[in-house]
């Protein structure tokens, strides 16, 4: 379902469909809770600016009191209704925001490049190693983006700007732009 | 003339030949050249006139300072003005062209200005184009803007891209001179992430230029060998072609970096931005060598002496065959013993001091240079070259005693560190009275947010002027830089070797008793030609501040932002007010440090990408539809959908009567969504709407009103109560974010207590309203869901699935039809907006624009956030009584509405407006009352907020907002239109439709 947007140039850039997410809020900061949370997910809880993964399923720390649960599409009725069953009385909202939001993945040694260009983050690996999640700014609009593996980014942005933010990765992926400096150990 | 030498020039190739073209003359030059240097080889001396006399002017220097030599690069869409020769890589088929000169550089019409330079002192603007009055708007401004600015802008579309990169690094070193290499050697040492960066092509600055021995080797050796190892290291970065534009708080520097302009076919972008996170800063920016004051000293010939053997050591041009050096310090015997060895004749050396007698002058001595102290220039003869110079007395009073021919004049009235990037962030200065010169004063630095200095200044541009000195700062800014950073490092820098050089002398006006005819020929700013008479001529006239004397006389306003002439010019100034240089002070030194193209501050920014445009699900189909769009936020909405042959107009009354007949689709996916959950949601939006919220039932629908503390009306929209515990509230389609935001506001800050989570839906949801006689049947026919009167009543919701998707469908209307708002997921937004096209296709379903919109809302009397409001209106004053509880303790806006200016019985209220004749208002027109004001303007009782021709009623209609309005039914007001004649019109109901609301509930 994915559509490729560009192989040439610094990275390759995807566009990625039939990702479920979903939206939590909770007392975050209560360790119990944290554990109730982490056992209804089977997914380690990631503390700030950080996200953990299990194969296709992920959380990403969004804010002090909100994670982004990353699901395949088809399991997010069931992972919304256990989360319900095994949170007890805590307080929490968990929502669907699948269609609420477009998704891209970045593969290749240039996409630390690709991103740097756009966003105030700094993508030097040192610095944004697999497992770092942040909420930043591309150009002129929100996302988050994440690094699953090494080389391997993924991004969300709002769904209604998703030509904006496509527009942007392979502009800034075009070939003969490249910045040169992550590749010396930057 | 000014020629190629034989031999020597350390930066060109000589077997790579490089053509251009400057003013249609082919001319050819080597790989390596910058386009000065090249114009120099080919005896191009005189390359632009000035501003303001038009006077001929030549090169003067050779790199960023460049006052004159500025000219038209390239052709078409990559034409640029005002580019600096000096920092212009040749490259083969570039294109130039001489700038401010009519017909040609030659001989140029603007030059009479010359003649009448007693005509045009300082201020001569301020003093002559004052009166009369009426005279600037007619004839004096269309004159002035004729014949002001320098180059012509650009008529074509750049057809290069642009682009910006964040970096972020422990340390920033800003100069590739022997102090910035050796800084960021040192303090890579520590293992802190160094980005070394470098304006120019080359790295090493001006020591190889001098001379300089480091280490045992030849400056350039030791360059070679500090680069190589700096490349070697994994923590190090170096660019060149990249200068440091701006420094920022919080270690915040922009750096230009120029990538393509000496290829420019090469692929990539031609400039990138970096934006730049510096947890420290060491400038090692250089210096700049003054001019000398001195009659004449703008004719072209005449050049800086630094620059003079810039020329002949880089890139073997002679600026002359004899060319006479003058000086106030013993760094320029260097140009002239370069000159020497270049096989030019030196006919002279004038030095103003009284004696020289360092190693430099001996040396010019022992090669039988006549060296004459206290001696100055006192006339430069010659008009588009220099010819000869007259020389007299170093204090006297100009007379020459004799002359000497020449065709150069090579001048040095000392250095000023480049002090720009540490000013910018608030950095100080100190005057150095030894040198003659403001340096970075180490005790007042730019501080960062911790209190520290988080910019470092090493080698000239920190004062450090000698060699030995130089490298000797620099280690030093490193070790500080490093440990300012948590690391303790030692730098042992390596010896630099240079001749010892003695004091130098000030020397602001040459000869020091110069007559007024004299100093008004003694050119501080070449670019806007000012002159040390029209700085003096301020001082008489009352200019004390050196910031009023540059804006009054222009000293320092030129593209160049006074490089050569700001601490000349204020040194003079200082004399003239009988002050200390110190403490008339500099002006400020702002960002840019030399201007950079909109391009790179635009960077992706441009067509396509200018900006985000938010887009619908099902934005494609109304494409394709050819919508008429129009902006809402950063939302692209459907204004109207004309068919063939139909114009805006025609479009959007068929839209409302279709939608009045049959019935209508409006994309409504662009409303604001917020979910609001928690067992405290009641309660906070109890206290962030101005209605009751709690009250309403789950399944049920509530329109409501939210203020701003001050009490003004914010947003609108209707609120769903979804559970017992969570509510979507839907705002303006502009509003979400802003809503959004002010729900966490008072969230975070305020009641925290509260256990109330809010998250934006907006975009999870596609919205589609079917609204009209016929919705229903429409509805009906997709299946799936029982939308009868008695399942789904006025202002209720229900969920389920229509056409197989799901579907929470609101029975709310705007329109005063019978309307059903349908959410559906985004994802599938446009298959429901397909199968109710699908469906209603016999039942006349067509869509419509947010013009119908607003069309029906009017005649229905509901207000519009931005039409009726405008952050003064309170709801009281659009008779939304009704919806602000009296019940509730408090909420947000309740106090300030019980202001007394709010309760205000002549505050102007809501009415409807219909004119006699039935013609349309105009939007915004004033109602006019009795009597003048003050200011001898009409009176005004009212005004239109929103007005349109109505389909439906067959006449215009109007809200607007009039004083006691409601209690003037049927009275008629006079409305002033714009071409001065009045429009009557009668207050009545605001509802123009259906005011039973019979339609809506069926």
Not at chain 1, 100 to 109: D, E, K, S
Not at chain 2, 576 to 588: D, F, M, N, R
């Amino acid at each position: 379902m994915s559509e490729l947007l560009c192989t040439e140039g610094l990275a390759r850039i995807e566009t990625v469909s039939g990702r479920g997410m979903i939206t939590l809020k909770g007392e975050l900061e209560s360790r119990r809770f944290r554990n109730v949370l982490a056992k209804a997910l089977d997914l380690p809880l990631p503390g700030p600016l950080s996200c953990a993964f299990n194969g296709a399923r992920g959380v990403g720390w969004m804010a002090p009191d909100e994670v982004l649960i990353l699901v395949p599409g088809e399991e997010v009725p069931e992972a919304l209704a256990r989360l319900r069953n095994k949170i007890g009385d805590h307080h929490i909202t968990a929502v669907d925001v699948s269609d609420a939001r477009a998704q891209f993945r970045l593969t290749g040694p240039g996409a630390r490049e690709v991103l740097a260009k756009l966003s105030p983050v700094d993508f030097a690996p040192a610095r944004f190693a697999p497992g770092t999640f942040r909420r930043t700014r591309l150009a002129q609009v929100p996302v988050a983006v994440w690094q699953k593996e090494e080389d391997v980014f993924g991004l969300v942005c709002f769904r209604s700007v998703a030509d904006y933010v496509a527009g942007l990765l392979v502009n800034a992926a075009a070939p003969g732009s490249g910045v040169g400096y992550f590749a010396s150990g930057g | 003339m000014s020629f190629r030498l034989e031999t020597g020039g350390r930066l060109i190739d000589r077997g790579a030949p490089r053509r251009f073209a400057f003013d249609g003359v082919e001319c050819t030059g080597f790989a390596g050249d910058t386009l000065a240097a090249a114009l120099l080889a080919n005896d191009h001396m005189m390359v632009g006139r000035s501003f303001k006399y038009h006077r001929p002017r030549g090169l003067v220097a050779s790199g960023v300072e460049e006052p004159n030599a500025l000219v038209g690069l390239g052709i078409g869409g990559r034409f640029e003005p005002n580019q600096r020769a000096t920092m212009t890589e040749l490259f083969d088929g570039l294109v130039a062209e001489s700038q401010n000169r009519f017909p040609s550089l030659a001989f140029d019409v603007g030059a009479v200005n010359a003649r009448l330079a007693r005509f045009l002192p300082a201020g001569f603007y301020y003093k002559t184009f004052l009166w009369p009055r009426a005279f600037w708007k007619h004839v004096y401004e269309p004159v002035i803007r004729q014949s002001a600015g320098l180059g012509q802008a650009p008529t074509e579309t750049d057809p290069d891209a642009y682009e910006h990169f964040h970096a972020h690094v422990d340390l920033l070193v800003i100069g590739g001179g022997i102090a910035g290499l050796q800084a960021a050697l040192s303090a890579a040492q520590s293992g802190a992430q160094v980005l070394l960066i470098e304006q120019t092509a080359h790295w090493g600055g001006r020591a190889p230029v001098d001379g300089v021995i480091v280490d045992g080797m030849p400056a350039g050796a030791w360059v070679a060998q500090t680069v190589a190892a700096l490349q070697a290291m994994d923590n190090v970065h170096l660019r060149l072609r990249m200068q440091g534009t701006g420094v920022f708080d919080h270690g915040y520097v922009l750096a230009h970096e120029r990538l393509t302009d000496h290829a420019p076919d090469a692929p990539g972008p031609r400039h990138r931005l970096w934006k730049i996170r510096a947890q420290q800063i060491v400038t090692a920016t250089g210096a700049i060598e003054r001019p000398l004051a001195f009659p004449g000293n703008d004719v072209p010939g005449v050049m800086l002496a630094s620059a003079m053997r810039d020329y002949v050591v880089n890139w073997a041009v002679a600026p002359g065959r004899r060319t006479v050096v003058v000086t106030n310090n013993d760094d320029a015997y260097r140009t002239a013993l370069a000159l020497l060895d270049a096989g030019l004749e030196v006919p002279a050396i004038l030095d103003a001091r009284d004696a020289a007698d360092g190693p430099l002058p001996q040396q010019a001595r022992a090669r039988g240079i006549p060296v004459r102290t206290g001696r100055a220039v006192v006339k430069v003869k010659g008009t588009t070259r220099v010819k000869g110079v007259g020389i007299g007395n170093a204090g006297g009073i100009g007379l020459a005693t004799d002359t000497i021919a020449c065709d150069a004049v090579a001048m040095s009235g000392g250095w000023s560190p480049v002090v720009h990037l540490w000013s910018h962030c608030g950095g100080k200065l100190t005057w150095d009275n030894t040198h003659a010169m403001f340096r970075p004063d180490p005790d007042r630095a730019p501080t960062g947010a911790d209190g520290q200095p988080f910019v470092h200044v090493a080698g000239s541009a920190n004062g450090a002027l000698h060699a030995t000195d130089c490298l000797d700062d620099a280690a030093r800014a490193a070790v500080a830089a490093a440990a300012a950073l948590g690391h303790q490092i030692t730098a042992q820098p390596p010896r630099a070797d240079a001749p010892a050089e003695a004091p130098m002398q000030p020397v602001w006006v040459m000869p020091g008793r110069a007559s007024p005819a004299q100093r008004m020929k003694m050119f501080l700013d070449y670019q806007n030609d000012v002159k040390v008479s029209d700085v003096q001529l301020a001082a008489r006239e009352g200019y004390e501040s050196v910031e009023h004397t540059k804006r009054y006389t222009t000293l320092g306003m030129a593209t160049d932002q006074g490089k050569l002439s700001n601490i000349n010019g204020l040194a003079i100034l200082a004399d003239s007010l009988g002050a200390e240089i110190p403490q008339v002070g500099t002006t400020t030194f702002r960002p840019p440090y030399t201007p950079l193209t909109f391009g790179a501050i635009a960077g992706e920014a441009r067509g396509d990408l200018f900006q985000p445009v938010r887009k619908t699900p099902m934005h494609d189909w109304h494409t394709e539809q050819g919508a008429v769009f129009e902006p809402v936020g950063q939302w692209r909405r459907p204004y109207a959908y004309p068919r063939k042959g139909e114009s805006r107009a025609q479009a959007v009354q068929r839209e409302v009567s279709n939608t009045r007949e049959n019935v209508g689709l409006l994309d409504a996916s662009t409303l604001g969504k917020l979910l609001v959950t928690g067992p405290d949601a009641a309660e906070f939006l109890d206290r962030v709407y101005t209605n009751m919220m709690s009250t309403l039932k789950p399944g049920r629908c509530r329109y409501g009103l939210m203020c701003s503390e001050n009490g003004f009306l914010m947003d609108d929209g209707v609120v769903a109560r979804l559970s017992e515990d969570s509510f979507l509230c839907h705002t303006t389609s502009g509003g979400a974010e802003h809503v959004h935001a002010h729900l966490e506001e008072w969230l975070q800050t305020e009641w925290w207590d509260l256990k109330v989570h809010v998250i934006n839906l907006t975009e999870q949801f596609a919205q589609v309203a079917v609204v009209g006689p016929k919705a229903r049947v429409l509805l009906d026919r997709l299946g799936g869901m029982d939308l009868s009167r008695e399942a789904l009543s006025f202002m209720g919701w229900v969920e389920g699935e229509l056409a197989g998707i799901p579907a929470r469908v609101y029975r709310i209307s705007f329109s005063g039809e019978l309307s059903f708002e349908v959410a559906v997921p985004a994802g599938q937004g446009r298959a429901f907006w397909d199968a109710c096209l699908d469906a209603g296709a016999d039942l006349g379903v067509a869509p419509y624009g947010t013009e119908a919109l607003h069309i029906m809302r009017a005649e229905k009397g509901f207000i519009m956030i931005g039409d009726e409001t405008d952050g003064t209106v309170i709801p009281q004053d659009l008779g939304l009584d009704w919806a602000v509880s009296k019940k509730k303790a408090d909420f947000i806006g309740k106090r300030a509405q019980e202001r007394v200016h709010m309760t205000d019985p002549d505050r102007w209220k809501l009415v409807g407006l219909e004119t006699l004749d039935g013609s349309v208002l105009p939007d915004g027109a004033y109602a006019v009352d009795d009597g003048l004001n003050a200011n001898g303007q009409c009176n005004t009782q009212g005004r239109v907020t929103s007005t349109y021709h109505s389909p439906t009623l067959g006449r215009g209609i109007a809200m607007g907002l009039v004083r006691h309005g409601p209690d003037r039914m049927g009275e008629v007001l006079n409305f002033m239109r714009t071409d001065g004649r009045t429009q009557p019109a009668r207050i009545v109901s605001p509802v123009f439709y259906d005011p039973e609301g019979e339609k809506q509930n069926v």
